[in-house]
């Protein structure tokens, strides 16, 4: 597609239930992120994906949180057993390989309220 | 791991020059970005510097003085459309090993008549 594309746009779950976020970035973009952002918060690091290497994981809070990334291209970040604190934007993002090619680009986000 | 900066809210006049200014705290620095955010949507790229300088993309400027760990955003002939949140992120190698840009908290610019 021509940008990324998240999926959900907009989720509501009970507390105790597990989501699935999903995430497809650009054709040919090796590098992809995934960020949460809370109500008028900084963008958070969760997690990272380079090619065939293994993620960067040192940003996910906690072990209810796991990504995955299969083929090189599409991802999806799984929440297991929501808590209400969790309710926030996820915001996915691509790029060319660092060194590459500079620019992130970001999909419009997956809104997850937890109640 | 860095310890980013920025100015939480910042207010100018529509035809103004506004400078929104980021300082960072960094180990293997690799670059630092600028991002556009309008409320509700997702971050738009703005600029990235990684050598000393300035760097001009029409309205917009950049900054960068790595030894001062500095950088600013410059917007002329501000327009009301400009009312956004300003995200500085630096790029250096995290605690799992990578290059993955850390974002500041954003500053909020309000642009007025």
């Known amino acids: 597609g021509a940008g990324v594309s998240q999926s959900p746009s907009n989720k509501v779950t009970e507390k105790g239930k597990d989501v699935e976020l999903r995430c497809d970035p650009i054709?040919?973009?090796?590098?992809l992120y995934w960020y949460r952002q809370s109500l008028g918060q900084g963008l958070e690091f969760l997690i990272y994906?380079?090619?065939?290497?293994?993620?960067?994981k040192s940003g996910l809070p906690s072990d209810r949180f796991s990504a995955e990334r299969t083929g090189g291209s599409v991802s999806t970040l799984t929440i297991q057993r929501t808590q209400q604190e969790d309710s926030a934007v996820y915001l996915c993002?691509?790029?060319?390989?660092?060194?590459?090619?500079?620019?992130?680009?970001f999909g419009e986000g997956s809104w997850l309220t937890v109640v | 791991g860095q310890n980013i900066d920025q100015p939480t809210e910042m207010t100018a006049t529509e035809g103004a020059i506004v400078q929104i200014n980021c300082t960072y705290q960094?180990?293997?620095?690799?670059?630092l970005f600028w991002y556009q955010q309008h409320a509700g949507e997702a971050p738009t790229f703005l600029s990235y510097?990684?050598?000393?300088g300035l760097e001009e993309k029409g309205r917009f400027s950049s900054f960068l003085s790595r030894s001062k760990g500095y950088s600013y955003l410059l917007l002329k002939e501000l327009q009301m459309k400009d009312s956004a949140s300003y995200l500085c992120?630096?790029?250096?190698?995290?605690?799992?090993?990578?290059?993955?840009?850390?974002f500041g908290r954003g500053t909020s610019l309000i642009v007025h008549p």
């Open positions: 993002a691509s790029s060319l390989a660092p060194g590459a090619g500079n620019t992130i680009y």
């Open positions: 054709s040919g973009h090796t590098a």
């Open positions: 994906f380079q090619g065939n290497s293994a993620p960067d």
């Open positions: 960094t180990s293997g620095f690799n670059g």
């Open positions: 510097n990684v050598l000393d």
């Open positions: 992120a630096v790029r250096d190698r995290g605690t799992g090993g990578s290059y993955i840009p850390t």
